[in-house]
Structure formats: C-alpha cells, structure tokens
C-alpha cells in the first residue's frame, strides 16, 4: 500500500476523533505510519456484524413482549453477550441462567438473584423487571 | 503521580505496549521490531471455536506470545502477576505506580469508556500502559489511541476483571531485568525463521495450510450454510483482517516495514526486495477484502461470486509459500 494509498473514508472512528495507523510505503518505497480515518470495506464488514445483533435484539424484545421470555434474555442481547459469557458475569451457572429466561421462572426470583443480574447489566431492579415501559415508542 | 512516560501510537496495542515500555526504559524498539522478533505474522483457522457466532479466524497468534517471544530472545525478564481479588490487583498497581514504574495491563474493550460504542465487543485481550494517578484517576497511554486518557478506579476495575474467554484476572505486567547488552541480530533471525516455520507448518489449522482451507470452505458455505451466513462468517474474515490493529492487510505490512529493518540490521539487501515482494501479497489481501465488502454493497450475489474469492485466497495462500520458503533459504 503507498502513503498516499492509505483510505480516510471517515468510519465510526473518526466520531471519536480518533485514528488508526496503517503501515505504508512512502515516494523513496520505505515504510512509514500514516493515520487512518477508515476504510470502507471494512465499516461495511463491521455494519454487518451490529445489524445481526440489532436483529437479534429487536427479536428478543418482540419474545419479551409477547411473554415468551424473561427480560435478562433481551438485556443480554443488548449487551452483546451470549448464555456463558452472563453466567460468569452474575456467577450463577449457565443451566440456571436459561431457566431465567422463562417469565415463569423470573417472576419467583428473589431480588437478592435480581440485584446480582441489575448489577451486570448497570440498571436498576425496576428496570430489570419492567426493560419497557411505554412498549409503544 | 505522574510517571513521564512518552504515549506513542501504534497500529496493534501488544507491539505498542511492548515498544513504549521497552523505549521508557532506553531500548528502543520499533513496533515493527517487537512484531518481528516475537514472530507475530499467523494464520489460524479454527472452524470448531464460535467467535461472535463464526468460526475462528486470526492473523496473529495467541494473546501475549509476541510479548513472552520477544522478551525471551532478547534476554528480558517480565514480572506478571495476575488476582483473585480486586482489592489486592488495584494494590500491586498502585505499589508499582509509587515506585515510578509504568504498569501493562491486559484488559477487557466492553467496559472501555473511551472506545466508540461499535468496537465494544467482548474481547479479552486487549493491552495498555498505566503511568500514573491524580485525583483518583489512573492515567492510561492505550496504543491504538492517538492521545492517552484516564479511567476511574471503578472503570479500570471493571476492565481489568472483565469475564469470558481469556478473562484477564486483573493481568499486569512490567519490566524487571533488562539484560547489559543483548545480540539483536540473532533475536531478528530467530523470529523470521519461526514465522517461516509458522507459516510452512504442516497442519491443517495454521499457516498456508489453513488459508487453503478457509477458500475450499468458502466454496462450501453458500451451499452447506446458506448466502446470509456465508456473508457473516466473511465479513468476521475481513474484520479480524483489517480491525484496529493490524496496520493494514492483516499485518502484512507492518511484517514488510520488519524486513526493511532487518535488511539493515542483518546488512542482507535482498531482506528489502522481500519487504517489497510482501507489500504486494499484504496489497493481494486488501484486493481480497475489498472484493468480500462488495458482496455486502451491491446485495444480488451468484455462486461464482464466493468462487472467485475462493480462487483469490488459494492464490494468496501459493504466493505466502512460496515467500516463507524463500524467505528461510535467505536467513
């Protein structure tokens, strides 16, 4: 890749202001550091990879709200962990952490068990139990 | 506190962590030096581990081994030390802090405030540099960054015991013993000749063998797994490719800047021709991701489509043998 080679295409990084530095060639074809803003291919890549999340959360709030599943399966969705990941943020085992998916089973929890999942996720009891309160917007 | 630490940018945060530490103690290493000497440049395909729901790729080996190559060849003697408890990890930081030595840390990105919310993913094995604390908030010089930031205690606890795979266990490390002098040109030889062997290996889930692999399986997937599937996996292929880190083409080029270095420190000229030759197989591989991103743009997509990118790999893949065997006959 030449210096002048290197893509400033403005990605998610730049909001931030901040670069990334990519390895070039300069005139004399020696190696030098040039700041990045973003390659498109990439972004793309990358934007392909937050949509599938998107869908999975929108998925699992649609099952949250037709009361298919608790609210910890949508807050860890939206926190973009999987089942093994949250067992060992809460330190309950993963068998217990699916059973707390079922709306049945969230309902008996005790708020010593919802405090440990509210705490995970950096919200508030209430907002554990009740992830939407105007379902409508 | 403040220990004067100089921040300096790199393209992946173990070189950059490795290099500023290695320069505030007067060695000064380049990024592409530490990357070289610790045999940086892989390949690794692992189709039995899930990894943000595809299968495993990386271009660099496993988290840390740059770091314990390097320090071994040259002779450097790293302190690590990893907790149980949080109490006694933000203890031995800050004793090491009030001895005037800048601490690494391996971290987890989730819970990095300073990241943009798109590259928040939980990954484990990120590295960076504390070299201070005022008013309760510890001074950080993150590699990847172009300026250094701060994060609270409670922030860097967070990162620091950050769960899942590869969780750090609060992982800190810093420079104990530097050796009186060390013989850089056999650590440079050293390191090539093990990336040669890397890369040449004769199994199937590393190296030139397993980019081969990758593009029969590319191949597969739009039958086997179907086109949506097939694009994700893809694009996880160009993410770990060209993500934060690897200055370009999946560290092809910071590899090229090595081997420029190299020639000169080993007074091999024909190191600088390599160099170039490796600049255009890191070129082949933009080629290569910029052909997978126009999957995602132009949506409608033949069969003939991943055939093609197939082909491109397998060809990659003869140029990358073909380099390393020369490469080890030159050494």
């Not at chain 1, 990605?11 to 004399?28: P, R, T, W």
């Not at chain 2, 393209?11 to 592409?32: D, F, K, M, Q, T």
């Not at chain 2, 004769?202 to 179907?226: D, E, F, L, S, Y």
Request: aromatic share 10%; charged share 25%.
């Amino acid at each position: 890749m030449k210096k002048e080679e290197v893509p400033q295409d403005n990605g998610s990084l730049a909001k931030k202001n901040v670069h990334e530095l990519c390895y070039a060639v300069d005139e004399n074809g020696r190696y030098t550091t040039v700041p990045s803003t973003g390659w498109e291919a990439k972004t793309l890549a990358l934007n392909e990879s937050l949509e599938l999340i998107d869908e999975r959360i929108a998925a699992t709030r649609q099952a949250v709200l037709a009361g298919e599943a608790s609210p910890i399966a949508y807050y860890m969705e939206l926190h973009r962990m999987d089942v093994s990941l949250l067992a060992s943020y809460v330190g309950i085992h993963r068998w217990f952490v699916k059973r707390h998916f079922q709306p049945k089973r969230f309902a008996k929890l005790s708020d010593k068990t919802l405090r440990k999942y509210a705490d995970t996720f950096g919200i508030t009891i209430e907002q554990l139990q009740s992830p939407f309160p105007h379902p409508n917007t | 506190m403040k220990i004067p630490f100089e921040h300096r940018q790199s393209a992946h945060c173990e070189n950059g962590v490795i290099s500023n530490l290695l320069n505030h103690r007067g060695v000064p290493i380049s990024e592409p030096l530490a990357f070289g000497i610790g045999s940086g440049l892989f390949f690794t395909y692992l189709p039995f581990i899930k990894v943000n729901f595809a299968p495993g790729f990386s271009y660099r080996p496993m988290p840390g081994y740059i770091f314990r190559k390097l320090a071994k060849r040259l002779g450097i003697k790293v302190k690590h030390q990893r907790f149980s408890s949080t109490e006694k990890a933000k203890a031995a930081l800050d004793e090491k802090l009030r001895q005037g030595i800048p601490v690494g840390l391996q971290v987890g990105v989730y819970h990095l405030t300073y990241f943009p919310d798109e590259y928040r993913f939980h990954f484990n094995a990120h590295n960076l540099v504390v070299y201070g604390k005022e008013a309760g908030e510890y001074l950080i010089s993150d590699p990847v960054m172009d300026y250094t930031t701060q994060l609270s205690e409670r922030e860097l606890e967070q990162v620091r015991f950050a769960k899942g795979a590869l969780a750090p266990k609060g992982h800190l490390y810093y420079l104990e013993r530097l050796p009186d002098h060390y013989d850089l040109q056999r650590a440079v030889k050293k390191g090539i000749r093990q990336t040669c062997n890397d890369m040449l290996a004769p199994v199937p889930i590393v190296g030139v063998r397993a980019m081969k692999w990758v593009a029969r399986n590319i191949r597969k997937w739009p039958k086997t797994i179907g086109i949506k599937k097939t694009n994700h996996y893809l694009g996880q292929l160009v993410r770990m490719q060209e993500e934060i880190g690897t200055g370009g083409g999946g560290f092809r080029f910071i590899y090229a800047a090595f081997l420029q270095e190299a020639a000169t420190l080993l007074d091999k000229p024909i190191l600088r021709q390599r160099a170039a030759e490796m600049t255009s197989i890191g070129d082949a591989w933009r080629d290569f991701a910029l052909n997978i991103s126009r999957i995602y743009k132009n949506r409608k997509s033949g069969n003939d489509r991943y055939d093609q990118l197939a082909e491109q790999l397998t060809a990659i893949a003869e140029r990358e043998k073909q380099f390393f065997t020369q490469l080890k006959q030159d050494i």
